[in-house]
């Protein structure tokens, strides 16, 4: 039976079953495409970048009057749409602070990160029995510091 096994043997066998029954029984995301419509363009902004994209098939020349004159109209109809989502999106913030975020993240050029934990000699530390060990060498004793003599000192960096 698993009773004479280890604790790391029990752990791993648990966790292989977990993953397997995730696997079996938990449905993936399906992600759906919505016809390449961003969540701002109004559906007068989309058929106008649909006629631009038409007129450009039919004459295959970017400087021909009629691409000239389609891409103007598209580019003014997805500048309007883009710049009164926005507002509307800026005057709810008090009410729906969800849109506002995901959509100011989403235009974010970098994601926010985690950066590893670094030893006294520089080194990333990965073995989760050396992050505890560091960490009740940097907080726990800082914290017991503190609360003697109101100073913290420690020799390891959280981060870089």
Request: net charge positive; charged share 30%; glycine share 4%.
């Amino acid at each position: 039976m698993t009773c004479n096994r280890s604790v790391k043997d029990r752990w791993g066998l648990f966790k292989d079953v977990l993953h397997r029954l995730e696997t079996k029984y938990v449905p993936m995301k399906k992600v759906y495409y919505s016809n390449g419509k961003t969540m701002w363009l109004s559906h007068k902004a989309l058929k106008s970048v649909k006629y631009r994209h038409k007129v450009f098939r039919k004459y295959k020349d970017a400087t021909h009057p009629a691409c000239k004159n389609a891409n103007l109209r598209a580019s003014k109809a997805v500048h309007q749409t883009r710049r009164a989502f926005e507002y509307e999106l800026a005057s709810k913030i008090k009410d729906d602070k969800k849109s506002f975020f995901a959509y100011a993240r989403c235009k974010a050029k970098s994601r926010a990160t985690v950066k590893p934990l670094v030893g006294p000699d520089g080194t990333e530390v990965q073995n989760p029995a050396q992050i505890t060990k560091l960490f009740k060498k940097t907080v726990l004793i800082s914290l017991h510091n503190r609360k003697q003599d109101g100073s913290t000192s420690s020799s390891y960096n959280i981060h870089r």
